[in-house]
């Protein structure tokens, strides 16, 4: 069984580009969530992917955006980038059983913004 | 809407000692509590989880957490630390309304084990 992998695992770009993150879901997993990781923080909560749709999303600007495929594989895009996106990102899948399911959580990808 | 605060962002423990690592959330009612480990360059790793039943929660490597409503507190325990478990470690939150996932972490607190 395949765990949840992120690609790049490093990315450097600079103010006002954008960027896009690649999360590959553990297998038979419905939905991604994405999270962002500034140093010395707790992961905040960008947003939530249930089958395609967005299912949630937390306290971040409209140009943080994503995607989930029907393989339940999802990006995250972000535009006009910042300063202050620099962060790890992480992505978790779990499967909506209905139940508590344990969200699994790639290594994430460390974005430097210059 | 939901907290978590983790007291002491650093915690030292010598080998063989006590962990005890202090979590209190802030929730209008009872969330599902969650500890996560996450070691150098690597995501989270699940350590236990509450949702209902016992409070009294065991995990993976050794690790516990008991719920106490009435402290609003989810503090996580080992009885004897080993080197391996130098870590970060982070408390979460989630609703407990069907269909809403989001976790909500507190800062870490991190942990250095003295030989």
């Known amino acids: 069984e395949t765990g949840v992998t992120q690609s790049p695992t490093h990315l450097i770009k600079t103010r006002g580009q954008q960027v896009t993150l690649r999360c590959s879901s553990q297998?038979?997993?419905?939905?991604v969530s994405w999270y962002q990781q500034a140093l010395g923080q707790g992961p905040q909560f960008i947003f939530q992917y249930y089958r395609e749709e967005e299912n949630g999303r937390g306290n971040f600007p409209p140009r943080f955006s994503g995607l989930q495929f029907p393989n339940y594989s999802s990006e995250l895009n972000v535009n006009a980038l910042e300063l202050d996106d620099s962060a790890l990102y992480l992505c978790?899948?779990?499967?909506?059983?209905?139940?508590?399911?344990?969200?699994?959580f790639g290594p994430g990808t460390r974005l430097t913004v210059l | 809407a939901q907290s978590v605060t983790q007291l002491g962002s650093h915690v030292s423990v010598s080998e063989g000692a006590l962990v005890l690592l202090r979590c209190n959330y802030s929730?209008?009612?009872?969330?599902?509590l969650f500890w996560y480990v996450q070691y150098p360059n690597q995501g989270l790793q699940l350590l236990l989880k509450?949702?209902?039943?016992?409070?009294l929660v065991k995990g993976i490597n050794g690790f516990e957490a008991e719920f106490k409503k009435s402290e609003t507190s989810f503090h996580l325990t080992k009885p004897s630390a080993h080197m391996s478990d130098a870590a970060e470690y982070f408390c979460a939150v989630r609703p407990t309304n069907f269909g809403n996932e989001k976790l909500t972490f507190g800062t870490g607190t991190r942990l250095t084990i003295i030989p």
């Open positions: 929730s209008s009612v009872p969330p599902y």
């Open positions: 509450y949702t209902t039943g016992a409070t």
């Open positions: 978790a899948s779990s499967l909506d059983s209905g139940g508590v399911d344990e969200q699994f």
């Open positions: 297998s038979g997993h419905n939905t």
